[in-house]
């Protein structure tokens, strides 16, 4: 629950107690390292499975032990995102069902690294799985976290380095929103070339 007081933003009720956005921003780091190393601890057992329950699994060891009661758990209220109104909670079970099927459908069609197009899928393939995910916006909050862990977990199940998105900046964040808005109108292009760019700069230095 979030609430104002002078000379602060906002206020968060977490797990330790009603905190300043200021003494969440290191716990949300914390949580972020916590989601991702329990996806290599999952790696390491062979590829990672694209479930919804394992993307709330991801969520809870996330989150939970910030947000007990929004850990893990599908979004049960209404919400806008900019201009986008995500659908309403009782269709994000299905709609998460179907994204993970397409998801790994599309995997399995994906060209081989050794071919010419595979580069050019991957981008689409990754902008495509980030867009989505966020356009169902299945959490409450920390969608666009757990979007980007999802793109790395795609990439680490090909066997790929990481990749980071440039979103903290404010031009970098700008950017990163329009291209989503374009992607709401079907036009992935701006997000491809933000996904291309990042995934050049990974492979560059790996």
């Keep these: 629950m979030a609430q104002k007081r002078s000379g602060e933003t906002t206020y968060k009720e977490t797990s330790f107690g009603i905190i300043s956005r200021s003494e969440l921003i290191p716990l949300e780091i914390e949580g972020i390292k916590k989601a ?17 329950a394992f993307l709330r699994k991801v969520h809870e060891v996330g989150f939970a032990w910030i947000f007990p009661k929004m850990g893990g758990k599908f979004r049960q209220i209404e919400v806008s995102v900019s201009h986008h109104l995500p659908p309403k909670p009782y269709a994000i079970p299905q709609l998460m069902e179907d994204f993970t099927l397409d998801l790994k459908m599309r995997l399995k069609h994906l060209p081989s690294t050794d071919e010419q197009n595979f580069l050019k899928e991957l981008i689409c393939l990754l902008a495509w799985a980030h867009h989505r995910f966020l356009w ?19 990439l680490l199940n090909l066997n790929l380095p990481p990749l980071e998105l440039k979103v903290e900046t404010t031009k970098g964040r700008k950017r990163y929103i329009e291209a989503l808005q374009k992607a709401d ?12 760019a990042g995934l050049r700069e990974s492979v560059k230095n790996w």
């Design 36 to 52: 991702w190393d329990f996806v290599l601890k999952k790696s390491t057992r062979g590829n990672i499975p694209f479930t919804p």
């Design 185 to 196: 109108q079907a036009d992935f292009t701006k997000l491809e070339k933000i996904f291309e």
């Design 136 to 154: 169902i916006h299945p959490f409450t909050d920390y969608n666009g976290r757990i979007a980007r862990l999802l793109n790395n977990i795609i």
